[in-house]
């Protein structure tokens, strides 16, 4: 189970006599505060340079970092907290709110009840007021990780439930790493990402009003098709720097959703000072490969699924899903689920336009200079 929650989002069902959710608008750095550092430490995952990534992390004290990479997977996003902050919902606000909650409190506050399996919060729980843990509990563990695909984590299970069972040395650790992250690297990063966030906000606000809430979901999120509405009766949007160009779509209420979306520019890197966008270098990449053009070809014509693409290619499932992936990432691809969950993907053809565009911009400019 990963820290942002990157729920696959469906398409959308036909309308119905039931209303529609309504939408509250949010924004604030802290969430990209706690996105940034799921970024970090999953760099692959979402395109970064995993040797910068790296070097960041390598500038925490050494048992922050430590434990900053024994728990970070075991951490999720705490939307449906930061939404509660108040303003300016800055990381700053989210340290000082924190630090008011007792130490042994901190862990349960931060995990989402409304995301979390019951029987996990529950063996959570557990572990926290017995200050131990037993076989029952890792086999909960495992077999929830297994069921949402994060099985390969299984083997840092232990290690975060001896953590659990320390639950005052977990929230002062917790609220320690996250200080002395803010302190070496978010502090000046949030002054570079504020502007885009609030400009992020503004067209997406302007898009609201002319489009329908299902197309415009599509189109926060570049091209992800939405089906999980029928029990929503808000949907809070949020403009996310970090997490460009994915959405995370936890259920952070009995009946809301938030929908962190990238904003994020074509012709900004992740990287501060990296000249050459990420999103270009990501579109490159996927498309030097024959198999994925292959697939952005069939995609072209009609959609498909990742079985059918399988037996079209002539390659096993899991290669083919990696090939998926990496294209999904560069916004090549729409994404929805059918019935049962079935994926379908089509191809993005304004945003291989767009990426063409964006090289022939960038090849013509003259900002990048030789260091």
């Known amino acids: 189970m990963s820290g942002t929650q990157k729920t696959q989002l469906k398409r959308a069902k036909p309308a119905s006599a039931k209303a529609s959710p309504s939408l509250t608008w949010d924004i604030g750095t802290a969430y990209d ?17 995993a040797s910068w990534a790296a070097g960041v992390r390598s500038r925490l004290p050494a048992n ?35 630090r008011r909650i007792p130490a042994e409190q901190r862990p349960l506050v931060m995990h989402n009840p409304y995301e979390m399996p019951e029987n996990m919060g529950e063996m959570f729980y557990r572990v926290v007021e017995r200050r131990t843990w037993d076989k029952q509990d890792l086999d909960i ?8 695909d994060k099985g390969h984590k299984t ?25 002395a992250y803010y302190d070496v690297f978010f502090a000046e990063e949030e ?30 999120s570049q091209g992800v098709h939405i089906d999980e509405l029928d029990d929503a009766s808000e ?44 999103t270009l270098l990501r579109v490159l990449k996927a498309l030097a490969d024959p198999t994925r053009l292959r697939i952005l070809h069939y995609l072209s014509q009609e959609t498909m699924t990742p079985a059918q693409l399988s037996r079209k290619l002539r390659l096993r499932a899991p290669t083919v ?23 379908i993907y089509a191809s993005r053809m ?22």
């Open 141 to 148: 563990f495992r077999s929830i990780l297994h069921e949402h």
């Open 33 to 49: 505060f706690f996105m940034s550092l799921e970024v970090l430490h999953n760099p692959d995952e979402f395109g970064l340079r």
């Open 191 to 220: 002054k570079r990402i504020a502007v885009v966030l609030r400009e992020g906000l503004a067209r997406a606000q302007e898009l609201a009003q002319r489009l329908s809430l299902l197309d415009l979901l599509v189109e926060l």
């Open 64 to 98: 922050e970092r430590k434990f900053l990479e024994e728990m970070q997977n075991f951490l999720w996003l705490p939307m449906h907290w930061i939404r509660e902050l108040p303003a300016p919902k800055d990381a700053a606000t989210a340290l000082w709110e924190l």
């Open 321 to 343: 899903t990696h090939h998926l992936k990496a294209m999904r990432l560069a916004g090549l691809v729409h994404v929805s689920l059918e019935a049962g969950g079935e994926k």
């Open 235 to 278: 949907i809070v949007l949020v403009p996310g720097y970090w997490n460009t160009p994915l959405v995370v779509f936890p259920k952070i209420g009995p009946q809301s959703w938030g929908f962190m979306f990238g904003v994020r520019p074509a012709e900004m890197s992740l990287m501060p000072g990296e000249p050459v966008p990420d």
């Open 155 to 179: 083997k840092d299970i232990p290690t975060c439930l001896d953590w659990w069972s320390r639950p005052d040395e977990l929230g002062e650790m917790y609220l320690s790493s996250l200080q």
């Open 350 to 371: 304004e945003a291989i336009q767009a990426s063409c565009d964006a090289l022939e911009k960038y090849l013509l400019s003259g900002s990048d200079e030789e260091s």
